[in-house]
């Protein structure tokens, strides 16, 4: 698996991390924690899956992907 953090902009409260924690995780392949505190995604992902996918993924849930930390 690969691993990446990618900062996340747009998340305000426990409800923000905890719903795109949990939307990352439903995705196959992705298992994620979300900070935040941090404002940030610390994602592991299997090649079925790609960094545009995961970025795409962040932006389904309104929030924006700020690219790599």
């Known amino acids: 698996m690969k691993k990446v953090v990618l900062k996340v902009e747009g998340m305000h409260c426990d409800g923000c991390k905890n719903r795109l924690e949990d939307y990352l995780n439903s995705k196959e392949g992705?298992?994620?924690?979300?900070?935040?505190?941090k404002k940030e995604a610390e994602i592991s992902y299997d090649d079925k899956v790609t960094l545009a996918d995961l970025e795409?993924?962040?932006?389904?849930?309104?929030?924006?992907?700020?690219?790599?930390?």
């Open 30 to 37: 992705v298992e994620a924690k979300v900070s935040l505190e």
């Open 56 to 69: 795409e993924y962040i932006d389904d849930m309104g929030f924006k992907s700020l690219g790599t930390k």
